[in-house]
């Protein structure tokens, strides 16, 4: 669980150092069923994050294109305001953030010297 969100960190600071500002996170579908990981999340990116009602996320997205473009909402956003439906937050834990900052910085550790063990490994 904690690999897979310092994942997300990786590409979340990859658009910070690309200056692109993320005002608001959303999560939706089977791994919002998850407290724990949503808990995880939220604190390893230090932001809070919202849960919405849709268990398939990516099919209210495409819906709210197809909406947009058959004109029947006049912009993006209103489509988003009137489909998408927000059932709960999760914020980051104070207590925890310390260590899952630790914990990045040693995942951001491992990932390069892996590079260089897969590297010396495909020369066997």
Partial sequence: ME??????????????ENEIEIKELRAGGGGTKSPLWMRIF????????????????ALLGSAQLGFYA????????????KLV?????YH??????????RRYEFFKYLLKS????????SQL
């Fill in 70 to 81: 058959l004109k029947i909402f006049k912009s993006l956003q209103e489509a988003r305001e």
């Fill in 114 to 121: 892996l590079k260089n063990a897969f590297k010396k490994h």
């Fill in 3 to 16: 690999g897979v969100a310092f994942t997300l960190r990786m590409a979340f600071d990859a658009l910070k």
């Fill in 42 to 57: 939220s604190s390893v990116l230090n932001m809070p994050i919202k849960i919405t009602e849709c268990d398939e996320p």
């Fill in 85 to 89: 439906k927000v059932k709960g937050i």
């Fill in 92 to 101: 980051p834990e104070e207590k925890m953030l310390e260590y899952y900052e």
